[in-house]
């Protein structure tokens, strides 16, 4: 199969566990069964790709997956240019007319939503959700799988089973997942625990429970018999992973009533397949109820009970916990429990975003000092958090006016994660109050600045609280500055470093934030500034006519303004005019002033075009300086480190990278690279053990483990540190030889 292939068909796919792939699969099959399409599906195997997930052929028929399904090479081929169904609005101009043009074209559609019915513009809602289901007589099953599809009907038949969808697994398990709060997919034992009293008080009530963590099954099979397990239903069952997972997930559509999480792709394409209903177990309980359960778990949190699993299990209650005792007026009681899990050894780096959130609640911003303090002094490797403590340690610099440690705060902040809502939210109260300018930032253009009421999202409750801090000397009632900070990610992708989702390089993702541009941005309609930043957008769209045209009319109307020549040089760069790009580079860096930005940008362009001296030259100040650019850093350490006269150079400026990026998997692997260069073999091995044992050593942080021990003749450390990770040990070996 080639791209060729999927031209002007419907696409599922979803990088997920079985209900999001599913539910993307049936939706994707409607809309191919009602308009007559081609259909394919992009099914991940590689990376973190859970087990079950694997082997489409132990779940599918293999004649069905090899006619319709591709890899992941395929799609990381067309994804970018794939349109995104949820992208297709009445408001852009989509009819059914239109849609079938687009496709007779060539084109393709892209169906990834993990949950709900996907309706187009032009449909009707309800006659869509009918269809659905019946989207599942499409799929083609292996013959283990259909056999069992008929004996759980057969089981099933004139049953009025209640389910109960308990999810865990990686989130309490997997070491990167559990590193992030999941309050819509896991929910505390509790809710379960006072839910399934009630059902029970009905003498003729079955219920049905399903999880992936068997523990959870068998302490509620244990209240009473009435209470089972899919083995205890189906009897003993030679199933592959992926096969069960599919199972499981039928078994709950025949069942009459899913109470579960709020949001499991599981549960809802259980619901979307079957004849039933599904309700939050914890909207199911009354105020009383839900009181009575969470009250229960904040005791059994204070008393360190068994039944918590592990750490991770701890970790995930940790939100409900604080949710509770800011109802009861009591969140420092929450904080105490908190940090007692810590100092006990609780290693979830959400803990200090809790923490942080805590703070602010308590009204005690101050602390959030703190627990910064506390994450940088331990080996927390989760970008999220590190970001997450930088962005609430800048809002309490702002607010005592201390400029220069906020900005400090706030770069590490954007680095981590440059489109996180609640950066974008801090870096706007910095731009209100003048702490952050295009001088002592990533060079944006100010004009591209409204006025905003709350900068901070409304709809997470810890978020909207930080819509009441301020700088010194501001108000919080009074109107923020108001930037579009994903510009800034597409000017500076160089110098930004961070490896995106996929969704910032859709086109049609990238067409929807056009269009909210346009919009946002209306009263600048014929000024240069919303010229040149349509310009951005559609040269990422691959708009590359239409993106020059937008520079080359920004600059005649301001032909001083340092960013658009920058980015009329990025387009011409990709179109191979490279002495008029660099041209375009050097007149902005000279308009723009000395910056590290421009002048690690210009460094680079100039390596690739074979100036290597004037590379150097640039390169040599910028070991020198003293700037707060992370990327920039690292950047520069990697130029040193190609002489090997400066490795010990290299490894300094790398440790400058590294005080504020603290944990980031990318620093960490160069330098324990540069480690072993320096033939420092004790120290290289240490920082890689870290990478791995956090779960953070990627497929080609193995490859490179292999090849330095490799080279030492010490192939069994490699061959350990792999067997404490994911890969395959083979597949390191095969790659790394390639």
């Known amino acids: 199969m080639t791209p060729a292939d999927l031209k002007g068909s419907i696409i599922s796919h979803r990088n997920d566990r079985m209900g999001g792939r599913m539910i993307a699969m049936l939706n994707a099959l409607r809309i191919t069964r009602d308009y007559d399409l081609p259909f394919f599906v992009g099914w991940t195997t590689g990376g973190r790709t859970s087990e079950e997930m694997r082997d489409p052929s132990a779940i599918f028929d293999a004649d069905w997956v090899a006619k319709h399904f591709f890899d992941t090479d395929i799609l990381s081929g067309i994804y970018d240019?794939?349109?995104?169904?949820?992208?297709?609005?009445?408001?852009?101009?989509?009819?059914?007319?239109?849609?079938?043009?687009?496709?007779?074209?060539?084109?393709?559609?892209?169906?990834?939503?993990?949950?709900?019915?996907?309706?187009?513009?032009?449909?009707?809602?309800?006659?869509?959700?009918?269809r659905l289901p019946q989207a599942i007589d499409s799929v083609q099953f292996s013959a283990p799988v259909r056999a069992m599809i008929e004996r759980i009907d057969t089981v099933f038949a004139g049953t009025k089973l209640t389910a109960y969808h308990i999810r865990r697994g990686d989130i309490i398990y997997d070491p990167i997942t559990s590193n992030k709060l999941w309050p819509n997919k896991f929910i505390p034992r509790e809710f379960y625990e006072q839910h399934l009293a009630q059902t029970l008080r009905d003498p003729d009530a079955r219920v049905l429970i399903f999880s992936d963590t068997p523990v959870e099954v068998d302490r509620l099979r244990a209240v009473d018999p009435r209470v089972q397990g899919f083995d205890d239903l189906l009897g003993d069952t030679d199933l592959t992973p992926g096969a069960r997972d599919f199972l499981e997930l039928f078994a709950m559509s025949r069942c009459k009533r899913i109470f579960g999480p709020p949001s499991s792709a599981f549960s809802q394409t259980a619901m979307t397949i079957g004849d039933c209903t599904l309700q939050a177990v914890e909207d199911a309980l009354s105020p009383a109820d839900r009181?009575?359960?969470?009250?229960?778990?904040?005791?059994?949190?204070?008393?360190?009970?068994?039944?918590?699993?592990?750490?991770?299990?701890?970790?995930?209650?940790?939100?409900?916990?604080?949710?509770?005792?800011?109802?009861?007026?009591?969140?420092?009681?929450?904080?105490?429990?908190?940090?007692?899990y810590m100092d006990d050894g609780l290693d979830k780096s959400f803990a200090y975003q809790l923490l942080c959130e805590l703070s602010v609640a308590t009204d005690d911003l101050?602390?959030?000092?703190?627990?910064?303090?506390?994450?940088?002094?331990?080996?927390?490797?989760?970008?999220?958090?590190?970001?997450?403590?930088?962005?609430?340690?800048?809002?309490?610099?702002?607010?005592?006016?201390?400029?220069?440690?906020?900005?400090?705060?706030?770069?590490?902040?954007?680095?981590?994660?440059?489109?996180?809502?609640?950066?974008?939210?801090?870096?706007?109260?910095?731009?209100?109050?003048?702490?952050?300018?295009?001088?002592?930032?990533?060079?944006?253009?100010?004009?591209?600045?409204?006025?905003?009421?709350?900068?901070f999202p409304q709809g997470k409750k810890a978020l909207a609280e930080l819509n009441s801090i301020a700088p010194k000397g501001h108000?919080?009632?009074?109107?923020?500055?108001?930037?579009?900070?994903?510009?800034?990610?597409?000017?500076?992708?160089?110098?930004?470093?961070?490896?995106?989702?996929?969704?910032?390089?859709?086109?049609?993702?990238?067409?929807?934030?056009?269009?909210?541009?346009?919009r946002a941005f209306s009263k600048l309609d014929g000024n240069p500034a919303l010229t040149s930043a349509r310009g951005v957008l559609l040269f990422a769209a691959g708009e590359v006519d239409e993106a020059l045209e937008c520079q080359r009319r920004a600059i005649a109307a301001s032909p001083d303004t340092p960013i658009y020549?920058?980015?009329?040089?990025?387009?011409?760069?990709?179109?191979?005019?490279?002495?008029?790009?660099?041209?375009?580079?050097?007149?902005?860096?000279?308009?723009?002033?000395?910056?590290?930005?421009?002048?690690?940008?210009?460094?680079?362009?100039?390596?690739?075009?074979?100036?290597?001296?004037?590379?150097?030259?640039?390169?040599?100040?910028?070991?020198?300086?003293?700037?707060?650019?992370?990327?920039?850093?690292?950047?520069?350490?990697?130029?040193?480190?190609?002489?090997?006269?400066?490795?010990?150079?290299?490894?300094?400026?790398?440790?400058?990278?590294?005080?504020?990026?603290?944990?980031?998997?990318?620093?960490?692997?160069?330098?324990?690279?540069?480690?072993?260069?320096?033939?420092?073999?004790?120290?290289?091995?240490?920082?890689?053990?870290?990478?791995?044992?956090?779960?953070?050593?990627?497929?080609?942080?193995?490859?490179?483990?292999?090849r330095q021990f490799s080279a030492l003749g010490r192939t069994d450390i490699a061959r350990d540190l792999t067997a404490r990770s994911i890969y395959d040990f083979d597949m390191v070996c095969e790659m790394a030889e390639s």
């Open 81 to 130: 240019d794939l349109i995104d169904l949820s992208t297709l609005t009445g408001h852009t101009g989509w009819t059914a007319d239109k849609f079938r043009a687009t496709l007779a074209g060539g084109e393709s559609f892209l169906s990834g939503a993990a949950m709900g019915v996907t309706v187009l513009p032009w449909e009707d809602h309800q006659a869509v959700a009918a």
């Open 291 to 340: 009181a009575a359960a969470m009250d229960r778990m904040t005791d059994r949190l204070e008393a360190r009970s068994e039944l918590f699993i592990n750490m991770g299990d701890v970790g995930q209650c940790l939100h409900f916990l604080i949710e509770r005792q800011k109802e009861k007026g009591d969140p420092a009681r929450a904080r105490r429990i908190i940090r007692a």
């Open 366 to 455: 101050p602390a959030c000092e703190t627990v910064r303090a506390l994450a940088y002094a331990r080996p927390v490797y989760s970008d999220d958090s590190m970001s997450t403590v930088n962005t609430y340690s800048a809002l309490y610099q702002m607010s005592v006016g201390r400029a220069d440690t906020a900005m400090d705060r706030l770069h590490a902040a954007f680095w981590f994660r440059p489109l996180e809502n609640v950066v974008h939210g801090a870096l706007n109260l910095a731009l209100t109050a003048d702490i952050l300018t295009p001088q002592n930032f990533y060079p944006f253009d100010p004009v591209m600045t409204r006025q905003k009421g709350n900068v």
């Open 475 to 518: 108000d919080p009632e009074d109107r923020s500055d108001f930037h579009m900070w994903d510009l800034v990610v597409r000017d500076w992708r160089l110098t930004c470093g961070k490896k995106l989702n996929r969704a910032f390089t859709n086109k049609s993702k990238i067409a929807k934030s056009l269009d909210m541009l346009t």
């Open 565 to 706: 020549r920058k980015r009329i040089s990025d387009i011409l760069f990709t179109q191979g005019a490279d002495k008029t790009a660099l041209f375009q580079l050097r007149k902005a860096s000279n308009l723009m002033g000395w910056h590290p930005t421009y002048q690690a940008e210009l460094g680079w362009r100039l390596w690739r075009m074979k100036e290597r001296d004037e590379s150097w030259t640039i390169y040599n100040t910028l070991a020198v300086s003293d700037h707060r650019f992370i990327e920039i850093h690292l950047m520069t350490s990697e130029m040193l480190r190609r002489d090997t006269n400066r490795l010990e150079e290299s490894l300094e400026v790398l440790n400058r990278a590294l005080a504020p990026g603290h944990g980031a998997q990318r620093l960490l692997a160069a330098k324990a690279r540069l480690l072993m260069m320096l033939e420092r073999i004790d120290e290289g091995r240490a920082v890689y053990e870290l990478l791995v044992d956090c779960g953070l050593g990627t497929e080609h942080t193995h490859v490179e483990i292999y």
